[in-house]
């Protein structure tokens, strides 16, 4: 199941093979969930290698009966902390702690490499508001989205681009997903500290020139922001995309003002009106 926009696709057709993609996978699952999995494929090879150690003729010295203190000798071998108090007694207790090391070593390195890779991916915490505003602005008709650093961090030469994407037929008849971009009125933002409007006007040249909410909101389009900039703190590239289904947006209303500034002079910014919109003064 995905979900594009306001809508939801079921993919078909594609061979569901965790390992193909693992990289992937592993970026895009939820910590609990990305953390659970780690845990289980730790516990998991340590209990294989205990059932190995368990297959020989006491190979491991001073560890009991049963499997708990071989699966503690293989927990201590992987992780490499080797307590002194059980050690490989046979050469078949060297043999599999051999291949244990080896194995523990490429495995704990993977698992390294994941948590640092999910960790130090450069994000752009950018909030959208979550409904698109058709409203007038200098004397024209303008689609709008607005969007706010949740960090007290400087975007610079951060730049925006905007496509409308919709069904379209060829001349042949076939039918097609089309992108269309939507020019902006200001593309480019050359410090992005708080929040920052898109426009996009109705136009003769617009996609949207002669369409009416009713039309609209029956329509398959969906839109899309992008977002790319240099963030400051990190010195790197970030990038940050949100889309709209055609149904998100709301004609004849205005965003509800986020920035003011108090008796003292003090500007502020509240988060937690960002989707706010309201209808257009009469």
């Known amino acids: 199941m995905r979900r594009i926009g306001g809508r939801r696709i079921i993919a078909e057709g594609l061979e569901g093979n965790l390992w193909k993609d693992i990289y992937f996978n592993a970026m895009t699952v939820s910590w609990p969930m990305f953390i659970a999995v780690l845990a289980a494929a730790f516990v998991a090879i340590n ?8 297959l020989g003729d006491k190979p491991i010295a001073n560890a009991r009966e049963g499997l708990a203190d071989l699966f503690f000798f293989s927990v201590e071998t992987v992780s490499t902390v080797g307590y002194g108090d059980m050690h490989p007694q046979t050469d078949y207790g060297h ?10 070593l490429l495995t704990l390195a993977m698992m390294t490499g994941l948590v640092f890779a999910r960790i130090s991916r450069p994000r752009a915490r950018l909030l959208f508001a979550r409904y698109p505003v058709v409203a007038p602005h200098n004397g024209v008709p303008t689609l709008m989205f607005r969007m706010a650093n949740a960090r007290s961090n400087f ?5 925006a681009k905007t496509w409308m994407i919709g069904p379209a037929v060829s001349e042949e008849g076939r039918r097609l997903v089309g ?7 200001k593309s480019e933002n050359p410090t992005l500290a708080l929040s920052w409007t898109l426009f996009h006007p109705i136009e003769a040249d617009s996609p949207l020139f002669g369409m009416d909410e009713e039309t609209l909101s029956a329509s398959e389009i969906n839109f ?4 790319v900039g240099f963030d400051e703190t990190s010195g790197q590239t970030v ?14 209303q205005e965003y509800e003002d986020i920035i003011w500034i108090d008796e003292n002079g003090m500007r502020h910014i509240d988060y937690a ?4 919109t309201r209808p257009l003064p009469k």
Not at 155 to 159: C, G, K, N, Q, V
Request: proline letters at 2%; glycine letters at 4%; a negative charge.
């Open 95 to 104: 043999i599999v702690a051999t291949v244990e090391n080896f194995i523990g």
């Open 155 to 159: 975007i610079s030469e951060a730049t």
């Open 239 to 252: 990038h940050a995309r949100d889309v709209f289904a055609a149904q998100d947006v709301r004609f004849g």
């Open 47 to 54: 209990f294989v290698f205990a059932l190995i150690y368990d």
């Open 224 to 227: 899309v922001v992008s977002i």
């Open 273 to 276: 009106k960002i989707n706010a």
């Open 179 to 185: 992108f269309q971009p939507l020019r902006l009125v």
